[in-house]
């Protein structure tokens, strides 16, 4: 159990609000889905105090939630999530692989790079999870290499169908945070408007 959520939790959202990581207006994601608002933390290594911190947030609830010794490399889901994990891996004291979306034409002609043994136990780790369907690509690629791969870590879930998605594929998803979470506090510091409260929740998956 992550132990520290409440007392990261409002630091997180002031991070967010500081850098301006949360729009609202009409915005298509990566997976053809067209939503109301947009979570951008890819901007957060951009901010090296923001980074930073809220990369002792991840490397503490990893630490809390699964236990260093339940994995033995890290892997980063390209484009956002490897910054991340980079920084992860660094703080862990794991080796960091990262996954290419399509096969390389050239070299070893292989999706995973870095040192991958069969058998190793793989962390993945990515800046958030809509549909999940790049993280479960990956998934397949990992495995597809001999990995095992039973858990991934996001910064935030935003609660549209993709944890449940990877669970399908026997994997679980740990989340920094929750965007339904991260919206109330939001509210609660007057950070958003009510109605922005709405647009947020009523994209959440029941």
Request: charge should be positive.
């Amino acid at each position: 159990m992550f132990r520290d959520k409440e007392a990261y939790g409002d630091e997180f959202c002031r991070i967010l609000k500081k850098i301006n990581a949360l729009e609202f207006g009409t915005f298509k994601l990566s997976s053809g889905r067209v939503t109301p608002y947009y979570v951008d933390l890819r901007l957060i290594p951009s901010f090296p105090d923001a980074f930073h911190r809220i990369s002792e947030f991840c490397a503490t609830f990893i630490e809390q939630e699964l236990n260093t010794q339940s994995f033995d490399r890290i892997a980063g889901i390209p484009v956002a999530g490897i910054p991340f994990a980079s920084i992860l891996a660094s703080q862990l004291d794991k080796p960091l692989l990262y996954v290419r979306q399509g096969v390389r034409l050239r070299g070893r002609e292989r999706r995973v790079e870095g040192v991958l043994i069969s058998g190793d136990r793989v962390l993945l780790v990515d800046d958030l999870i809509t549909t999940g369907l790049s993280l479960r690509r990956t998934v397949i690629a990992i495995r597809s290499e001999g990995g095992i791969v039973t858990d991934a870590f996001v910064l935030l879930d935003r609660e549209e169908g993709g944890a449940q998605r990877l669970a399908e594929n026997d994997v679980k998803i740990h989340s920094l945070f929750k965007i339904s979470e991260v919206a109330k506090r939001l509210s609660d510091m007057n950070a958003i408007a009510e109605d922005q409260l709405k647009i947020i929740l009523k994209q959440v998956k029941k």
